[in-house]
């Protein structure tokens, strides 16, 4: 039972990972290997469950049924243990976390390492990604992303809110002058954003408690958030970054904040898991652990902003969630910290123009 078992999940690993060599990736094996345990699996039950070339992976109509069979037992498994584990406080196994490239590297990927530290029974898988990672479609635990997604099966906890913020480097600005209105970044070379096909020239600021708008336009465009920092800081042009991923750079002063007296749109960091009634305790305590460390790294970085020198002037913008104790309203034993408690999404949210309205739950 316990190799039909393995198989089961062997097999719905190999299917979300889309073919043999990223599924032996994911689970520290070989591709070699991954063959021979799956025309196992297929000789066991004497029918083709894949068809594959050098080229293509592709289901048979059996193998259509058989992974939709699959996804539901090894879920069912999944909960089973998770609300076993939740009792025993055990914390151990794969877990899977997705972040924006820039946030990631520089933020998350070090709480990652430090939270590896304390809990050794723990593997940490991390995709880093500017494109919104799908924690079903990628076959995520944790999803850190901006926004929500229009998904309406997944669960969301806010970890971060601040806002965008219009900045260039010294050199850039002596060059070409500095903005003092919205408007005059019709004048400057503006680098843009890439998402999907749609380019990023619309700047959202507030002016009085009013919305204004800004078309902008400029010689340089990048799907990368990475990209788009390294050509700010060679002076390439002026640029729309998260206050999270420049503070470095603002405190040091190779970034320059510009337009402080107009709010740029607000953005939100949540953590995406699947709707599940008992999350295992592998995510549960990362995601405890996360909503904790990260925002405290991010006010250390706006605390040494403070105190740093005189370009050092604008607000802190970050906003640190309260973690809320929901035990009271828990599903299971009370003396388990449950995540899964569930409310509007932007129920303590600002109002802001670049937000939509899908209903989706969320984490207390």
Sequence with gaps: MKDEIADLRLFVEIVKAGNLSAAARA??????????????????????????????????????????????????????EAEVSSKGRSVRGMLRVGAPTAIGRRLIAPSIGRFVGKHPGIQVHLMLSDSGLDVIDEGLDIALRVGLPTDTSVIAKKILSTRRIVCASPSYLRRCGTPHTPEDLQHHNCIRLVRGRHVTDTWLFQDAGKHVEVTVRGSLTTTSGEVLHD???????????????????????????????????????????????????????????????????????????????????????????????????????????????YEPAYANSKPCPTKHSAVIRSFA
């Design 27 to 80: 689970l520290d094996s070989s591709p070699a290997a991954m063959s021979r345990r799956l025309r196992s699996l297929e000789t066991r039950l004497g029918v083709r469950l894949v068809t594959r070339t050098s080229r293509s992976f592709e289901l048979t109509e059996e193998g259509h049924v058989f992974f939709g069979r699959c996804t539901n037992i090894v879920a069912d498994i999944a909960e089973a």
């Design 231 to 341: 050509w700010l800081r060679s002076g390439m042009g002026i640029g729309l970054k998260a206050s999270w991923d420049v503070q470095p750079d603002l405190n040091n002063g190779t970034l320059v904040q510009c337009l402080k007296d107009y709010w740029c749109d607000e953005i939100d960091l949540f953590a995406i898991c699947a709707d599940r009634r008992y999350l295992p305790a592998r995510i549960r305590v990362f995601l405890d652990y996360i909503a904790k460390h990260l925002p405290a790294l991010v006010q250390s970085e706006n605390t040494q902003k403070a105190i740093s020198g005189p370009h050092d002037e604008t607000k802190n913008c970050i906003d640190i969630l309260n973690i809320v104790n929901v035990n009271a309203r828990a599903s299971i034993a009370p003396e388990v910290p449950l995540w899964p408690q």
